[in-house]
């Protein structure tokens, strides 16, 4: 009579037990492969943006020294008598090959680590770059260079500096909000890295200005 009120335990299926035991090794393994596919991602997009911008870079400083061996100085000021353009781009090409240089030195190392040590060169580049941009967009924006060398290489050289720049400053300051805005959202063990990602960002970015 006993042995009626024996209760046996519910059978146990291997896919159930094999469920538990690979759910309980699945908080480490997801984090690890979101880990990967988060640095693979940044890997890419750092990749991408380097050679992108560095070739970008490489094209604008070849047409900007054809244009600045092709029209001389005299013969812009003969037109604009008060004109600068061709001082101001000789300018841009100086940084546009210092950046070109130090594209090709971080192309060998190469190494996440050293973007925050990179990063203070590379801001300081950027607000060189931008007040070198403000001058040439001053320039450009001069009566006698709007009607009279707005076809000339130079001008349009130099216009295209103007323009790029912009466009890479303000790439620069989305990009920080959006990393300010990640490090506000995500959990804190999350949001380590994001520092060096974002220092690493920008100094790719300033490589390609």
Same mark, same amino acid.
């Given at each position: 009579?006993?042995?009626?009120?024996?209760?046996?335990?519910?059978?146990t299926?291997?896919? =159930?037990?094999?469920f538990?035991?690979? =759910?309980?090794?699945?908080?480490d393994?997801?984090?690890t492969?979101?880990?990967?596919?988060?640095?693979?991602?940044?890997?890419?997009?750092? /990749?991408?943006?380097?050679? !992108?911008g560095?070739?970008?870079?490489a094209v604008? !400083?070849?047409?900007?020294?054809a244009?600045?061996?092709?029209?001389?100085n005299?013969?812009i000021?003969d037109?604009?008598?008060d004109?600068?353009l061709?001082?101001?781009l000789?300018?841009?090409?100086?940084?546009?090959g210092?950046?070109?240089?130090?594209?090709?030195?971080? !192309?060998?190392?190469s190494?996440?680590?050293?973007?925050?040590?990179d990063?203070?060169?590379?801001?300081?580049?950027?607000?060189?770059?931008?007040?070198? /941009?403000?001058?040439?967009a001053?320039e &450009?924006s001069?009566?006698?260079?709007?009607?009279? &060398? =707005?076809?000339? /290489?130079?001008?349009?050289? &130099? &216009?295209?500096?103007?323009i790029?720049?912009?466009?890479?400053?303000?790439?620069?300051?989305?990009?920080?909000?959006? !990393?300010?805005?990640?490090?506000?959202?995500?959990?804190?063990?999350d949001r380590? =890295?994001?520092?060096?990602?974002?220092a690493?960002?920008?100094?790719d970015?300033?490589?390609?200005?």
């Amino acid at each position: 009579m006993q042995a009626n009120n024996v209760k046996t335990a519910p059978a146990t299926s291997a896919a =159930d037990v094999t469920f538990h035991v690979v =759910d309980g090794q699945s908080s480490d393994g997801i984090a690890t492969a979101e880990a990967c596919d988060q640095e693979c991602k940044m890997f890419m997009l750092s /990749a991408c943006v380097k050679i !992108f911008g560095f070739a970008l870079n490489a094209v604008w !400083f070849g047409f900007a020294v054809a244009a600045l061996a092709r029209e001389s100085n005299a013969s812009i000021v003969d037109e604009c008598h008060d004109s600068v353009l061709w001082p101001c781009l000789c300018t841009c090409c100086v940084l546009s090959g210092i950046s070109i240089l130090e594209s090709l030195a971080r !192309f060998r190392r190469s190494k996440a680590e050293n973007a925050e040590d990179d990063l203070l060169g590379a801001l300081c580049s950027v607000v060189v770059a931008v007040g070198v /941009a403000i001058w040439g967009a001053v320039e &450009l924006s001069r009566p006698c260079a709007v009607n009279e &060398l =707005d076809t000339h /290489a130079v001008y349009l050289m &130099l &216009l295209i500096w103007v323009i790029s720049t912009a466009v890479g400053v303000t790439t620069i300051i989305l990009v920080s909000f959006y !990393f300010c805005y990640a490090c506000a959202t995500e959990e804190k063990l999350d949001r380590t =890295d994001r520092p060096t990602q974002l220092a690493q960002t920008i100094v790719d970015i300033e490589g390609g200005m």
